[in-house]
């Protein structure tokens, strides 16, 4: 029984992993995007406010995902047995709901490739496309509590 719990809470921590080097890949490219366009001579960044703005936002909702699968893989390693089997579906979906937003804005930044690096109006065109834009503070917000077992 011991062994069966070692290694569920092993592959939960390697699941919880996964999903932080998603946000972690994520965040690289979102802070890349940022300083390509701080490269770029000062009269045409007040063109990419909103894009600049909206990966601002985007990298606060990062780093909160970041910080709850933190919290998260520090919490299922502390876990009992009846802990893990009781919070391990609701971690899941907190992971799945993170992971599912995250992708969902790198897709939308995929299909500009390359291109949105070096062309300002398609870089803003992605700005555009981000449907759900992160408000101010949400990335504080996102880190949800976690009750001890």
Not at 57 to 72: D, I, P
Not at 91 to 103: G, M, R, T, Y
Not at 120 to 130: G, K, N
């Amino acid at each position: 029984m011991q062994l069966a719990f070692s290694r569920e809470r092993s592959e939960f921590l390697v699941r919880i992993d996964r999903a932080t080097k998603l946000f972690d890949h994520h965040k690289r490219r979102s802070e890349g995007l940022l300083a390509h366009i701080d490269s770029w001579p000062l009269h045409e960044q007040p063109a990419m406010a909103d894009a600049v703005a909206q990966l601002r936002g985007e990298l606060r909702y990062l780093e909160g995902c970041q910080r709850q699968a933190g919290s998260l893989r520090d919490e299922v390693y502390h876990l009992s047995l009846s802990g893990l089997a009781h919070h391990k579906p609701r971690f899941l979906a907190l992971i799945e709901d993170d992971e599912k937003i995250v992708s969902e804005r790198a897709l939308r930044s995929e299909v500009l490739g390359v291109n949105a690096l070096t062309q300002p109006e398609l870089l803003d065109v992605y700005a555009q496309s981000m449907v759900n834009p992160v408000k101010e503070g949400a990335g504080a917000q996102q880190v949800r509590s976690i009750p001890k077992e």
